[in-house]
């Protein structure tokens, strides 16, 4: 049903997978979605939609990720207040880590999802010596027939 399409390409563009959602018990299972979705030109452009601002939600993820304090706030033991000593701000590695890892894997999806946008754009330029045009020549040689030519 339409309501059932809308549930499911509203769960797409707030990051969740189709796999995850059709585990849902009150969902269809993935084929039953892939026949819908074939079946049904409607269908298929709100599906592609849904996929299309997910990728975009993922990007927004990648700045938050990103921006993220991975730090941990230690007070030195010099002082006898609360409010006396040093204070040293730690950056926790451990976390640093694992978000290098999280953008590092929304990046290559977002790749695979959208390589026009978020593709590595590669370019390829040739050029001859010190970057002079590329020279071309062409020889013709006319043989007369019957020279012993094969």
């Not at 601002?53 to 304090?69: P, S, V, W």
């Not at 590092?104 to 001859?128: F, H, N, V």
């Amino acid at each position: 049903s339409q309501e059932i399409a809308d549930i499911i390409c509203e769960r797409i563009t707030n990051g969740e997978s189709l796999r995850a959602i059709c585990r849902d018990d009150a969902m269809p299972a993935m084929a039953t979605v892939f026949r819908w979705i074939a079946a049904h030109k409607e269908l298929r452009e709100q599906y592609t939609l849904s996929m299309e601002q997910r990728a975009e939600m993922m990007f927004e993820d990648i700045i938050d990720i990103a921006d993220d304090e991975c730090t941990m706030i230690k007070r030195s033991k010099h002082g006898d207040g609360e409010d006396e000593g040093e204070i040293d701000v730690i950056f926790d590695a451990t976390a640093v880590a694992r978000n290098r890892l999280r953008v590092d894997a929304r990046k290559w999806a977002l790749s695979k999802m959208m390589p026009k946008k978020y593709g590595d754009k590669i370019t390829q330029e040739l050029g001859g010596i010190d970057g002079a045009p590329i020279e071309t020549s062409h020889t013709i040689t006319f043989i007369k027939p019957g020279n012993g030519a094969a």
